[in-house]
């Protein structure tokens, strides 16, 4: 069993009562972290730091419907435990969820999540 914290990507209690995607951090352009936003966004770029595990976050993001069955995108060049390890990761990192159905394991990036990280990473508007 894993004691590690899950930083969220989304602040959950805003995201929820407006309907709006709420990053956990402003876009890097607009000011500098603060200590608990730099810790957040960094376990995220950690994440998907090993090629392994961007592959997989990619075929899960990509996966027609939006989610991923294990079975299906566990081709990577590792062993299906490896797989499982690095799911995981991403799983705590707060960048996949999962669900069990029968035997299998479907996986899916929440669109949010993408907004998220797309709002992270935008540079602000010219003359703003």
């Known amino acids: 069993m894993s004691n590690t914290k899950v930083l969220p990507l989304l602040e959950p209690e805003a995201s929820e009562?407006?309907?709006?995607?709420?990053?956990?951090?402003?876009?890097?352009?607009?000011?500098?972290?603060?200590?608990?936003?730099a810790e957040t966004?960094?376990?995220?770029?950690?994440?998907?730091?090993?090629?392994?595990?961007?592959?997989?976050?990619s075929a899960v993001a990509s996966h027609e419907g939006g989610e991923a069955?294990?079975?299906?995108?566990?081709?990577?060049?590792?062993?299906?435990?490896?797989?499982s390890h690095h799911l995981k990761k991403l799983k705590d990192a707060g960048l996949l969820t999962s669900e069990r159905r029968g035997t299998?394991?479907?996986y899916?990036?929440?669109?949010?999540?993408?907004?998220?990280?797309?709002?992270?990473?935008?540079?602000?508007?010219a003359g703003a």
């Open 104 to 106: 299998w394991v479907y």
């Open 108 to 125: 899916r990036v929440e669109p949010s999540v993408l907004a998220a990280m797309g709002k992270l990473l935008a540079t602000a508007p």
């Open 69 to 83: 069955c294990v079975c299906d995108i566990s081709d990577v060049g590792v062993s299906q435990p490896t797989v």
């Open 41 to 57: 966004a960094a376990r995220m770029f950690k994440a998907l730091g090993d090629p392994v595990r961007l592959r997989l976050f």
């Open 17 to 37: 009562a407006s309907g709006a995607v709420v990053p956990c951090c402003p876009p890097l352009t607009e000011r500098p972290f603060t200590a608990e936003e």
